[in-house]
């Protein structure tokens, strides 16, 4: 069964500074993988998502993720926290045999401290 | 701005009450979804439609039914719902799953339900 595992409920990071979000993923097929931001009283918005083509992964705002299937990881970083930073933070996977399902990982709040 | 639209934004019901949550998407896609999300928690997969069908109810109490009147429109229809069902239901949607799927959600902003 596929799963994600976000390592860290909480980061906190100064404005300025690397941000690092962690994500493992478990799958038995080559996964389609995601991660989503959420601010306050909003829905999710996609920032960036892996499909099998490169492995590394620029997204929206600065982001970007790299896949290392040799660690099952999909770790999120930006160079330079800005403090518009601060949200919640999804890990996601999701398989073509899985009936279309996308299953989230537990989230990561990011403080951005200035 | 959102693509895909959630009314109401806020919605407090008594467990007697019967109310109904929509969302509408004008993107072309063929798969609708809905999420329950409690406070400081991932969203949980309640139901997936696909090409207007049912194709997935993740063990859903009855007292929530869905519906999808046609491809652009997704209702989650409630009744007698217990304090434990206040949260933000999310409505999210996708292309087309045949030959190009590749799993991206649209959501909405959600519907903050609370049941008194």
């Known amino acids: 069964a596929q799963s994600v595992t976000q390592l860290g409920s909480h980061v906190s990071v100064s404005e300025g500074a690397l941000v690092l979000l962690r994500c493992n993923y478990s799958?038995?097929?080559?996964?389609?993988l995601f991660w989503y931001v959420q601010y306050p009283n909003q829905g999710l918005q996609l920032l960036l998502k892996?499909?099998?083509?490169?492995?590394l992964v620029k997204g929206i705002n600065g982001f970007e993720a790299e896949f290392k299937k040799s660690e099952t990881s999909f770790h999120l970083t930006k160079p330079s926290a800005h403090m518009s930073d601060a949200a919640e933070y999804f890990c996601?996977?999701?398989?073509?045999?899985?009936?279309?399902?996308?299953?989230f990982g537990a989230g990561t709040r990011l403080f951005v401290k200035a | 701005d959102t693509e895909v639209t959630q009314t109401p934004k806020h919605l407090v019901m008594g467990m007697t009450n019967k109310k109904s949550l929509k969302c509408e998407q004008h993107?072309?896609?063929?798969?609708m979804y809905w999420y329950k999300q409690k406070a400081k928690k991932p969203p949980e997969l309640m139901f997936v439609?696909?090409?207007?069908?049912?194709?997935i109810n993740e063990s859903v109490p009855s007292r929530f039914s869905p519906e999808c009147p046609n491809s652009s429109l997704l209702n989650l229809h409630l009744h007698a719902l217990q304090p434990e069902d206040s949260a933000l239901y999310l409505c999210?949607?996708?292309?087309?799953?045949?030959?190009?799927?590749?799993?991206?959600?649209?959501f909405g902003e959600g519907s903050r339900l609370t049941v008194l």
């Open positions: 892996y499909t099998s083509a490169a492995t």
């Open positions: 799958s038995s097929v080559p996964p389609y």
């Open positions: 993107m072309g896609h063929r798969a």
């Open positions: 999210a949607s996708s292309q087309d799953f045949e030959g190009t799927y590749t799993g991206e959600l649209f």
């Open positions: 439609y696909s090409y207007e069908k049912l194709s």
């Open positions: 996601a996977v999701s398989e073509r045999t899985g009936g279309f399902k996308t299953i």
